[in-house]
């Protein structure tokens, strides 16, 4: 919380957050999937938790013990969606009852349209994938937006430089929707696996209102910040 914030200035208010990464299964043993390490959202979920909301978190693939502290926590109850799908039904009931959204799932945008029952070989010397789009979850949340309702988004983009970061970030908050968008540069080496970010805030006013470094628990805090200006 920001200093001099009383640790409880969510009170009450009902959360619900995405965190980690989906993977979309290709046969028994394989999957597509993705970086996300799961930390930021967890981060968010503890945050909001901490400040006196009641959050349900839903979590896709998170790395190691990134989840412990939320599956102690009091006022944190623990979802698993594995996959785009899963996450797709946790989430408009997680939102049926949500003051705040904040999808901070790296949700896979394709799935393999026909599962194989049976392990792939290698026999026929090359695979093709054919892939369909995945339903865009914050999308669905936005149009069926209850009154009152906020909705937050994540954006991980790579852009050459911070120009083209606010202007990423500026585009995508419109096309979503979303009432603020949390933005951040990611690159081979940067924003995964680290505990630490950098991000920008957008909200509908398509100006950068915010911006947030350090540790993900700092940044987590900014955005509950950045969330309470809206409210
Ligand atoms: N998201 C979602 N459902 C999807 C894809 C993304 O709910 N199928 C959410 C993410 O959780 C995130 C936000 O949408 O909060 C932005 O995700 P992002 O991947 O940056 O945007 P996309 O709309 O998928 O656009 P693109 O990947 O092409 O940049
Ligand atoms: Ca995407």
Known sequence: AAAGAPASDLADLRVA?????????????????NRSSGKQGVAVALAAADRGAYVHLVAAHVEGTVLDRALHHPRIAVERALTAGEMDAAMRAAAGEADVVVMAAAV???????????KI????????????????????????????QTLVGFAAETAADETELRERGIRKRAR????LLAVNRVGWTQGFESGENAVLFVDASDEVTARASGTKSAVADALWDAVLRLR
């Open 17 to 33: 957050v995405s965190t980690g990464g989906t993977r979309e299964p290709i046969d028994p043993v394989r999957y597509l999937g």
């Open 108 to 118: 896979a945008d394709f799935s393999v349209r026909e599962v194989s029952d049976v």
């Open 176 to 179: 979503k929707g979303v009432d």
């Open 121 to 148: 070989r290698k026999e026929d010397g090359t695979l093709t994938l054919d892939l369909i789009e995945n339903p865009d979850i914050l999308a669905g949340l936005v149009r069926d937006r209850r009154p009152g």
